[in-house]
């Protein structure tokens, strides 16, 4: 059993505008993974749920069988419990992959936090944004000690 937990964000500037994903991870074995990426032009709620998928993705390449994902998107977390109905068109096809995805795991769990909580994910998707050029992945991680 591995359990991690995901902290997500995505940013956008304009609303459509520049925008990127930053995902803050960490397992029950003690790692950090940092993941941001730039994704161009979009929404900031396109950028919330491609966070999530980049999450779901990473978790899955980890081996994680339990997940929680942590993110400051009331509409992201209240969608994916089904609480709120997905109506956007841009984010239906990103809904069905990521409610397909969370599939793969024993236990998965979503919950909203306030900004403040969210802080490393936020910094790794403003540092997406502010990359500016063509998509891109970076990734940083650190060994437990």
Do not use: C, W
């Amino acid at each position: 059993i591995l359990k991690v937990t995901a902290f997500v964000d995505g940013a956008s500037r304009g609303n459509p505008g520049p925008a990127g994903y930053g995902v803050y991870m960490t397992t029950d074995a003690g790692e950090t993974i940092e993941i941001s990426g730039f994704l161009g032009t979009t929404t900031n709620n396109v950028a919330e749920y491609e966070g999530l998928l980049e999450a779901l993705r990473t978790a899955e390449h980890e081996g994680a069988t339990e997940l929680e994902i942590v993110s400051d998107s009331e509409l992201l977390v209240k969608q994916m419990l089904g609480v709120y109905r997905v109506k956007h068109p841009n984010l239906i096809p990103l809904y069905e992959q990521a409610k397909q995805m969370v599939r793969q795991f024993r236990r998965f769990s979503i919950r909203d936090t306030l900004r403040a909580g969210n802080k490393n994910a936020d910094r790794l998707a403003n540092i997406a944004v502010d990359r500016a050029s063509g998509r891109s992945v970076d990734r940083h991680r650190d060994a437990a000690s």
